[in-house]
């Protein structure tokens, strides 16, 4: 029996359905840019109908943080929604189960990364730079909950500043682009780098340079033997690498070691289904 996957992020909702560790059926939408989640499920459900009886157990991977099974969002930047949505509850009765597991997006995609990704068994800290940066950490094979990987939430002293991933992410580069292509998403600043635009090779620099800062932080506070970066972003052409090269002066010791996520995109789906069989 397969396991229903959903995963919810700043820009798209996938939905997927996972046997033993491996997608069979996958269906995308993008997430509306603000409004009632009640309304995106239930299109994401009507969507998917024919995948009804396949299914006895449902995983959800949310953008924001599950207490007592309702979601709220941390950063409304990253994610427009009201705060404590019934998203358990809403998902149980749209799904017709009571077998519903719901986590944050990057700690699902944290632990599927551990199980049966790049992580290889070892422990380890996910980063996913999407729309916003979202974060999970394995520590002796335990995935932690809660707030633990909010690492797009840090904050520096200028209170100004705002969030760190205001400063990296997705929505950012988009908001920096605003001025040279009326817009512009992500993708098109990459490609508009890749045509030779210096404004936009400066764009994805500065957002390098601050994910290369957080690699070292992260190193200094958890040592994982893996930094496994996702996300739209992060898996984008020449990102991670340059990432390297911007840690390359540093003494070895203190070095993290960097892999693409493995799974890629299915990170969040392959790891909440793993989750939701787990508990269920
Ligand atoms: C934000 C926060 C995290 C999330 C991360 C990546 C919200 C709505 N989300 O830091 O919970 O994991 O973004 O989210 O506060 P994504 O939408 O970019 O995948």
Same mark, same amino acid.
């Given at each position: %029996?397969?396991?229903l996957?959903?995963?919810?992020?700043?820009?798209k909702m996938?939905?997927a359905l996972?046997?033993?560790d491996?997608?069979? %059926?996958?269906?995308?939408?993008?997430?509306? #840019?603000s409004?009632?989640?009640?309304?995106w499920? =239930?299109?994401?459900f009507d969507?998917?109908?024919?995948?009804?009886?396949? &299914?006895? =157990?449902?995983g959800?991977?949310?953008?924001g943080?599950?207490?007592?099974?309702c979601?709220?969002p941390?950063?409304?930047?990253?994610l427009?929604?009201p705060?404590?949505?019934?998203?358990?509850? =809403?998902v149980?009765?749209l799904?017709?189960?009571?077998?519903?597991l719901?986590?944050?997006?990057a700690?699902?995609?944290?632990?599927?990364?551990f199980?049966c990704?790049a992580g290889?068994?070892?422990?380890?800290?996910?980063? =996913?730079?999407s729309?916003g940066?979202g974060?999970?950490?394995?520590?002796?094979?335990?995935?932690?909950?809660?707030?633990?990987?909010?690492?797009?939430l840090l904050?520096?002293?200028?209170?100004?500043?705002?969030?760190?991933?205001?400063?990296?992410s997705?929505?950012?580069?988009?908001a920096?682009?605003a001025?040279?292509?009326?817009?512009?998403t992500?993708? %098109?600043?990459?490609?508009?780098?890749?045509a030779?635009?210096?404004?936009?090779?400066?764009?994805i620099?500065?957002?390098?340079r601050?994910?290369?800062l957080?690699?070292?932080?992260i190193?200094?506070?958890?040592?994982?033997? #893996?930094?496994?970066?996702?996300?739209g972003?992060?898996?984008?052409?020449g &990102?991670?690498?340059?990432?390297?090269?911007a840690?390359?002066?540093?003494p070895?010791?203190?070095?993290?070691?960097?892999?693409?996520?493995?799974?890629?995109?299915?990170a969040?789906?392959?790891?909440?289904a793993?989750l939701?069989?787990?508990q269920?």
């Open positions: %029996e397969a396991v996957a959903l995963d919810i992020g700043g820009t996938l939905a996972v046997r033993e491996t997608v069979v %059926e996958t269906h995308k939408m993008p997430t509306p #840019r409004g009632d989640p009640e309304q499920l =239930t299109s994401l969507a998917i109908s024919g995948w009804r009886g396949r &299914y006895d =157990t449902v959800v991977a949310v953008s943080i599950i207490d007592d099974g979601w709220s941390l950063n409304r930047k990253t427009d929604i705060d404590g949505f019934p998203l358990v509850a =809403t149980k009765r799904a017709g189960t009571d077998a519903v719901a986590a944050n997006d700690q699902a995609a944290a632990w599927g990364e199980s990704g290889q068994g070892e422990d380890l800290v996910f980063l =996913t730079i729309t940066i974060g999970g950490i394995v520590v002796n094979g335990r995935l932690l909950g809660g707030l633990s990987g909010h690492f797009g904050r520096s002293l200028d209170e100004n500043a705002g969030v760190l991933e205001d400063h990296v997705g929505n950012w580069m988009a920096q682009a001025p040279r292509q009326a817009g512009a992500a993708r %098109e600043v990459f490609e508009a780098a890749a030779g635009q210096a404004w936009a090779q400066d764009i620099k500065a957002s390098v601050q994910t290369a957080l690699c070292r932080n190193q200094l506070m958890l040592d994982p033997a #893996r930094i496994v970066i996702g996300g972003i992060g898996l984008a052409p &990102y991670l690498e340059s990432v390297r090269q840690l390359g002066s540093l070895p010791r203190l070095t993290p070691q960097l892999h693409a996520a493995a799974l890629g995109e299915s969040g789906v392959v790891g909440i793993d939701a069989k787990r269920n």
